[in-house]
Nanobody, 123 residues
Framework: QVQLVESGGGLVQAGGSLRLSCAAS???????MGWFRQAPGKERDFVAA????????YYGDSVKGRFTISRDNAKDTVYLQMNMLKPEDTAIYYC?????????????????WGQGTQVTVSS
């Protein structure tokens, strides 16, 4: 069984930065990992993904150039560094483990999810 626990969310002003962490218990080092977000009344959107080794990353268009995903397999932890935050980045952010080892955008390809961490960006 895999458990994912996100942390690092909070309230920040527009233009600020936050770093989210996702600590995993159970096997994740051979799987791609991803971050998704869901704003009130909206569908869950893809944010970023990283392959099993950390050598390949992929980003949603709305965060490209501002967010960076990384992982430390020795610590079973995935990170999301968020810079130049905008009010439209406000959402609950979820960490997820993919079925595959390569990056994937479709949320149906992820079989384990964390409980989420709230990120609020004020204008």
């Amino acid at each position: 069984q895999v458990q994912l626990v996100e942390s690092g969310g909070g309230l920040v002003q527009a233009g600020g930065s936050l770093r989210l962490s996702c600590a995993a218990s159970g096997r994740t080092f051979s799987n791609a990992m991803g971050w998704f977000r869901q704003a009130p009344g909206k569908e869950r959107d893809f944010v970023a993904a990283i392959n099993w080794s950390g050598g390949t990353t992929y980003y949603g268009d709305s965060v490209k150039g501002r967010f960076t995903i990384s992982r430390d397999n020795a610590k079973d932890t995935v990170y999301l560094q968020m810079n130049m935050l905008k009010p439209e980045d406000t959402a609950i952010y979820y960490c997820a483990r993919a079925v595959y080892s390569s990056t994937v955008v479709n949320p149906s390809a992820y079989n384990y999810w964390g409980q989420g961490t709230q990120v609020t960006v004020s204008s």
